[in-house]
T-cell receptor, first 114, second 111 residues
Framework: DGGITQSPKYLFRKEGQNVTLSCEQNLNHDAMYWYRQDPGQGLRLIYYSQIVNDFQKGDIAEGYSVSREKKESFPLTVTSAQKNPTAFYLC?????????????FGQGTRLTVV | SQQGEEDPQALSIQEGENATMNCSYKTSINNLQWYRQNSGRGLVHLIL?????REKHSGRLRVTLDTSKKSSSLLITASRAADTASYFC???????????FGKGTLLTVNP
């Protein structure tokens, strides 16, 4: 089945630790996105990537890092510099430039700092 | 900063009634999209309207777009309890891939 998979579904992190959230898609999409969602809030864009080996900061990139070494994968690292990392993280993908299409979302990773 | 802003923030209606949600945005767009999110889940795409379109229908959904006012509306007709969810608008920038979302409208449809 084609789709976008986030793992793990739940993640607990101790303060001061880095943690990496996985996002994999087999839809052959060029563009991938990471969003953060806080309770009762909308989605805020962290990073996005238009193509392999390229990515841009979104609106709240501080304390986060990404890589895009493969078309299928766009992992997000939440670093110790992110002061309030507890949130619901959503990954999305969509076809490349010129394609007027929707985004497809994973089911999210809920990160909790303990 | 978030591109889209939905209103109202919350809407509670009875089954069978229509629900209207509005979205305003700030910069030029390629297209505008509406998504639905059930609690604690990922988003599901509902409908996309291009910047050169004014109205679009899909089943019980009707979307309008007014680029002169930088606004869009989503109408759900004959609502059902299963329509209870959060609804978000999203805009895709004209020259890049940046897809930004508003804060959403929480719709509650009471049986």
């Amino acid at each position: 089945d084609g789709g976008i998979t986030q793992s793990p579904k739940y993640l607990f992190r101790k303060e001061g630790q880095n943690v990496t959230l996985s996002c994999e898609q087999n839809l052959n999409h060029d563009a991938m996105y990471w969003y953060r969602q806080d309770p009762g809030q909308g989605l805020r864009l962290i990073y996005y990537s238009q193509i392999v080996n390229d990515f841009q900061k979104g609106d709240i990139a501080e304390g986060y890092s990404v890589s895009r070494e493969k078309k299928e994968s766009f992992p997000l690292t939440v670093t110790s510099a992110q002061k309030n990392p507890t949130a619901f993280y959503l990954c999305a993908s969509r076809p490349g430039q010129g394609a007027i299409t929707e985004a497809f979302f994973g089911q999210g990773t809920r990160l909790t700092v303990v | 900063s978030q591109q889209g802003e939905e209103d109202p923030q919350a809407l509670s209606i009875q089954e069978g009634e229509n629900a209207t949600m509005n979205c305003s945005y700030k910069t030029s767009i390629n297209n505008l999209q509406w998504y639905r999110q059930n609690s604690g889940r990922g988003l599901v795409h509902l409908i996309l309207i291009r910047s050169n379109e004014r109205e679009k229908h899909s089943g019980r959904l009707r979307v309008t777009l007014d680029t002169s006012k930088k606004s869009s509306s989503l109408l759900i007709t004959a609502s059902r309890a299963a329509d209870t969810a959060s609804y978000f608008c999203a805009t895709l920038g004209g020259s890049n891939y940046k897809l930004t979302f508003g804060k959403g409208t929480l719709l509650t449809v009471n049986p």
